[in-house]
């Protein structure tokens, strides 16, 4: 039952995971049979019981499926749920069955049946710890007492062992994000005589969270066709210098968004999302448009 209520909350959660990316595509270049793991992350050390492993594939293309191997075995390849589309994300009910260090990977693969790079990450599957708390523990006293009459009699009082109470320690709160905002409602791209051409954007995630990393996502959408996005990209945020529950990151789209260009009069589309050290929680929050990007001509 225990191992039901833990795959239960992390399928809950990644099905609140409708788009991820990783780290930006450099400007100009082409998306190809791209691949890469949103969890489990690089270095995590996890419990042996069932883990969702979840991952995106894309191209400039339509993707029509992602591998997933682990230790050099392919264990699955999952259809593209979505059929034709060039992004989606995949999910597979990885269940470990011992302990030990395992690579996991991934690649995508085109509609012309060719395949991209391997995107690799390594766990470790650990045995529980268990934490003794010490006690003072009294030991019992025997006591004898004598009456001495026609008859002797012999009294005993013991002393009882206390008993002993194991102590439950918290785990981390919910995560929330909390007043999530940017710094400027427009910004520009090309030209340099009408305004900033960077946005920062800002969240707050309560320190009873434990949140070990938080990541901004962010789109260009066409605010005359609703249809005309480009891929979604990311970037890790950090604390801001004298914080430790205010998170930043800062974003240019002309030099970090492939075929700003092609966008003379946007929206920037973003979202959060967040993991607590312990890996129990993996949450995304709303997606946001409130800010414009338009083409400067001079």
């Not at 991209?116 to 006293?141: H, N, Q, R, S, W």
């Amino acid at each position: 039952m225990k191992n039901f209520c833990f795959l239960t909350l992390i399928v809950c959660s990644v099905l609140m995971i409708s788009a991820c990316g990783k780290n930006s595509t450099p400007p100009g270049s082409e998306v190809r049979l791209q691949s890469w793991i949103d969890a489990p992350l690089d270095g995590m050390r996890l419990p042996l019981a069932p883990y969702i492993i979840v991952f995106h594939i894309t191209d400039s293309n339509a993707v029509t499926s992602g591998e997933l191997t682990i230790n050099g075995n392919i264990v699955a390849e999952i259809p593209n749920p979505e059929g034709d589309t060039n992004y989606t994300v995949l999910t597979y009910n990885w269940q470990p069955m011992d302990y030990g260090i395992y690579t996991i990977a991934t690649r995508a693969k085109g509609s012309a049946g060719d395949w991209g790079d391997y995107a690799k990450v390594v766990v470790e599957i650990v045995k529980p710890t268990v934490t003794l708390i010490p006690m003072d523990i009294k030991t019992p006293t025997y006591t004898p007492t004598a009456t001495f009459t026609l008859t002797p009699t012999v009294t005993s009082t013991l002393t009882p062992t206390p008993t002993l109470t194991a102590t439950r320690r918290p785990g981390p709160d919910k995560i929330r994000f909390l007043n999530p905002h940017p710094n400027t409602s427009q910004i520009y791209f090309r030209g340099t005589g009408c305004g900033r051409k960077e946005v920062d954007f800002y969240v707050t995630v309560p320190a009873s969270a434990n949140a070990s990393q938080v990541t901004v996502y962010y789109r260009l959408l066409d605010r005359n066709d609703s249809n005309h996005t480009t891929s979604w990209f990311s970037k890790l945020m950090y604390h801001p210098t004298g914080s430790n529950e205010e998170w930043l990151q800062s974003v240019n789209p002309e030099n970090e968004i492939s075929g700003t260009a092609n966008y003379p009069q946007a929206s920037i589309q973003y979202y959060f999302t967040a993991l607590n050290s312990l890996s129990t929680s993996a949450i995304k929050s709303d997606v946001y448009e409130n800010i414009k990007l338009d083409i400067c001509n001079h």
